[in-house]
């Protein structure tokens, strides 16, 4: 927009229409991030925020709360919700798991669904697909991973998904080399309507730090572990402390699992890989604090806690 000046100064009557265009052109919405376990829903959100709030591991069902992130920048402010990877429960956290995503896919104005899928649309894909076909909102389909795959297998696939007549764009994108992430942050603006700053400029989420951290630890326990055990293990923190007149926080934190003989490989010989993933969580947490951490670990046995709803709504799986 040009203002005519006067004297090389703006009048309060251009100043004031200067700041009203600028709010009509600010936009804001809400987006759900949906998809198949391990597609890269979590990698997509940190990297799009600049910031790590969701754990990532190669693990599949690793994201089990629902997560909102808050991104700004001049144009626009996107409240993007993490889901849980869509899967047939075998238990009430899984039950749980799949009762956030319900509730994130009732109001959004852009819904992004992730797939990683370059051979055929599979049946977890087109469950997905027809959870979703009828919602009122734009809908996205991201192609990720797009690195370990040609571009003729991109656009079959496309191809095979355009079939179904769903989305309103098919973008294929790297969401961990963070190619095509730019393209999508614009997409997702141009649908989103004028609106209202919802949070302040350097609001990141929703959730308090001792969920993160209890999420970090979490973290680093699925990379330590064997297949067997991820799924049957929880954190909970138990103390979060800052010292006084120090740089140091206390934390004091359990990791449960189900079964004695898995105490005993999450704790490891000599307690070498319970020393791991403390060391591990403890970098992260300090960079997450921006002070000094004192993390001490504990392992417990809880049995069958994925099926005990007094258990879940302790650590948060239920309100």
């Known amino acids: 927009m040009f203002i005519p000046w006067r004297n090389s100064c703006p009048t309060v009557s251009d100043r004031m229409t200067l700041i009203e265009e600028r709010k009509t052109m600010f936009k804001s919405g809400f987006v759900t991030i949906i998809g198949r376990p391990n597609v890269g829903k979590s990698t997509l959100m940190n990297n799009m925020l600049g910031e790590k709030i969701s754990i990532m591991s190669d693990k599949p069902q690793t994201t089990r709360n629902k997560i909102m992130t808050v991104y ?86 496309a191809s095979e998904f355009e079939k179904y007549k ?34 302040p400029a350097d609001y990141i989420t929703d959730r308090p730090e001792r969920f993160i951290v209890s999420e970090i630890i979490r973290e680093k326990a699925l990379m330590y572990l064997q297949d067997e055990v991820p799924h049957g293990i929880a954190v909970e923190v138990e103390e979060m402390k800052e010292r006084k007149n120090r740089d140091l926080v206390d934390i004091r934190a359990n990791i449960l699992c189900e079964k004695k003989s898995h105490k005993s490989i999450i ?6 890989k319970i020393k791991g993933i403390g060391k591990s969580a403890r970098e992260d947490i300090e960079r997450l604090l921006g002070s000094q951490v004192n993390l001490q670990l504990f392992v417990k046995v809880s049995e069958n806690w994925r099926d005990d709803f007094y258990r879940l709504k302790t650590l948060g799986y239920f309100k």
């Open 72 to 157: 700004t920048d001049d144009e626009a402010q996107i409240i993007f919700i993490d889901t849980p990877g869509i899967h047939r429960p075998k238990n009430k956290l899984g039950e749980f798991m799949n009762t956030e995503v319900d509730s994130a896919l009732e109001e959004m104005d852009v819904l992004i669904m992730i797939t990683d899928e370059y051979d055929k649309v599979g049946p977890g894909d087109e469950f997905i697909i027809d959870k979703i076909k009828d919602l009122k909102c734009k809908k996205i389909l991201i192609l990720n991973k797009i690195d370990l795959f040609d571009r003729d297998a991109a656009l079959r696939i």
């Open 166 to 199: 769903v989305f309103d764009d098919i973008l294929p994108i790297s969401a961990i080399n963070m190619v095509g992430v730019d393209a999508l942050i614009k997409l997702i603006i141009k649908y989103l309507k004028p609106g209202p700053m919802y949070f």
């Open 267 to 272: 704790i490891g010989r000599e307690g070498r």
